[in-house]
């Protein structure tokens, strides 16, 4: 037996280099190896797009068709949509008597999205309990492995002391402890430089940007507003360009030298803008011709989406049906 990965996404929008780095470029890489389970956790993008239910709907493909283009192969790879697995609300429902109010409160990513989000006093109950939720997706899988963008350890860590407490609770090992696998890069910024790249924050760029878009949005990045002139000597740390240069160039060699440059006066943004939108094209390129291949064909897109829910619905189900054993809920 294969060890398990449960990972996935909200379909907010479609996926982005965030995500990539973070976590699609593991999941590629482990596949073979591992029996995987990749989450499209719909009904947790409703937590706070409860009043865009279309949105949501609509980028569920957008993402399954991220997967395909990245690499992600259905025949290794279990893709599922979370609404469509009732078992795993039925888990949520018994898991949210293992947490405190007050535990909810301290999830440092809870906090900053109800910041960025703007929630203040009106957050919903259901956002708030939302890592209960998640620790219900991982859980029914008993997962070994969950990876993840460095936003996620605090929902790891809220998973494992749920599974830690039922199994003490009820006497039991049916839940199993995960470890998260964080990325190449943890925590990808925007290309404002500023916050993480995110789906709602309109800083990302996507997998299946077009070449246009790629370049517009590198232009757009912040560079070092006192280098006005060519031969102006020129400030690297904040400069956005070059934090990308650090993580997609391939030659950092050179992104060394070039920094030295930089520094020195000399070197125009234009000449790093190019480099980085030739390195970021050469990259998503092959992603956006596979992508566009599989827009073509909808009825395999939702095929695999069904043929992987019902799976995974299995799998969720014996998990169910184990801790109402335990708990002794038996009728
Ligand atoms: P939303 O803004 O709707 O929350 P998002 O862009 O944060 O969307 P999610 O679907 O919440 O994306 O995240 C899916 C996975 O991608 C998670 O494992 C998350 O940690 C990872 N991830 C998202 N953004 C980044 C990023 N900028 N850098 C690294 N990992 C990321
Ligand atoms: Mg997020």
Redesign the pocket.
């Known amino acids: 037996m294969k060890p398990i990965i449960l ?4 379909p ?2 479609p996926l ?1 280099l ?2 990539y ?3 699609l470029q593991n999941r590629v890489k482990l596949q073979a190896d591992y029996q995987q389970f990749v989450i499209i ?1 719909d009904a947790q ?1 409703l937590t706070d797009y409860y009043d865009n239910p279309n949105l949501v709907r609509t980028n569920v493909e957008q993402v399954a068709l991220d997967y395909l283009a990245v690499g992600l192969d259905p025949a290794q790879s279990t893709f599922f949509i979370q609404s469509q697995i009732p078992e795993l609300y039925e888990l949520t429902f018994y898991f949210m008597n293992l947490v405190t109010v007050a535990r909810l409160e301290r999830n440092p990513t809870i906090k900053d ?1 109800i910041r960025q989000k703007n929630m203040k006093d009106s957050i919903p109950a259901g956002f708030f309990c939302y890592p209960v939720s998640q620790a219900a997706d991982i859980l029914a899988f008993k997962a070994d492995l969950v ?6 350890n605090p929902m790891i860590e809220q998973t494992n002391e749920i599974a830690k407490r039922f199994n003490y609770l009820y006497k039991t090992e049916c839940l199993k402890e995960v470890k998260s696998l964080i ?1 190449s ?6 290309i404002d430089g500023k916050t ?6 309109g800083n ?1 760029i996507y997998l299946g940007d077009s070449a246009n878009d790629i370049k517009k949005k590198v232009n757009l990045m912040y560079t070092d507003p006192n280098h006005l002139k060519v031969e102006d000597p020129g400030t690297v740390e904040g400069h956005v360009v070059f934090s990308f240069l650090d993580i997609f160039d391939t030659n950092q060699t050179e992104v060394e030298e070039l920094k030295a440059h930089y520094r020195r006066g000399g070197l125009g943004d234009g000449v790093l803008k190019k480099r980085l939108i030739d390195i970021l094209e050469n990259m998503i390129a092959p992603m956006r011709q596979r992508r566009e291949q599989f827009q073509k064909d909808p009825a395999y897109v939702q095929e695999v989406l069904r043929n992987g829910t019902a799976r995974a619905r299995e799998v969720a189900a014996k998990t169910l049906s184990e801790v109402k054993s335990a708990m002794g809920i038996v009728y």
């Open positions: 990972t996935g996404d909200r907010t929008g982005h965030g995500h780095v973070g976590s956790a993008a999205e990876p993840v963008g460095e936003d996620q990325g890069v943890g925590r990808l910024p925007g993480k790249m995110s789906k709602s924050l990302a």
